[in-house]
């Protein structure tokens, strides 16, 4: 069962991964490839 629209889990998962992808930029976390 899902909580919510598939359109809002999709917004989510692209703002979590932009937060990796700048924290890596930033050096933060090592590269995840």
Request: proline content about 6%.
């Amino acid at each position: 069962m899902k909580a919510m629209p598939d359109g809002h889990i999709d917004l989510c998962l692209r703002g979590i991964l932009r937060i990796i992808d700048d924290l890596e930029a930033l050096g933060e976390l090592p590269s995840l490839n």
